[in-house]
């Protein structure tokens, strides 16, 4: 098959302590070897705190909402239609920092390893343990 269909209420939805995720594309799901595409719903006052990808870059698109991103120690609030891009092994974080929820996709690529991202968090390491007090 050249291409798949991905229907989002099909897609396996993960309940997170900031929200929800649903992978919409990855070589589990597609097959896709470049890019792993994640749905991600923010509840109000929830993020993904800091964490780098070492080997991915990554671009945010807010779909919905408010979201407070961070790219190493410059942060900016994003709309709907605004993007962050982040190359491999920079840290970042997305918090909603809106009454309602928020909604981006985050675009990785090229996929890696067998669920075709990789993350590592490093919110309890200085200094991003204290840039949001």
């Known amino acids: 098959m050249p291409g798949r269909f991905v229907i989002a209420n ?3 939805l ?12 990855d070589p589990p799901s597609t097959g896709a070897k470049q890019l792993t595409v994640i749905e991600v719903n923010f509840d109000p006052g929830k993020g993904h ?3 780098k990808h070492p080997d991915q870059e990554e671009v945010v698109l807010v779909l919905a909402g408010q979201i407070e991103q961070w790219i190493d120690r410059e ?3 994003l709309g709907p239609g605004d993007s962050a891009f982040i190359p491999p092994d920079v840290v970042h974080a997305s918090f909603n ?12 690529g090229p996929s890696v390893g067998p669920t075709g991202y990789e993350v590592v968090d490093v919110a309890n390491d200085a200094p991003w343990n204290s840039l949001r007090k």
């Not at 920092?97 to 990785?108: E, H, N, T």
């Open 75 to 77: 942060k900016r609030t």
């Open 14 to 25: 993960k309940v997170d302590d900031f929200g929800s995720s649903r992978r919409l594309s």
């Open 10 to 12: 099909e897609a396996q």
């Open 97 to 108: 920092v809106g009454d309602q929820p928020a909604k981006i996709a985050a675009i990785l």
């Open 49 to 51: 705190n800091f964490h």
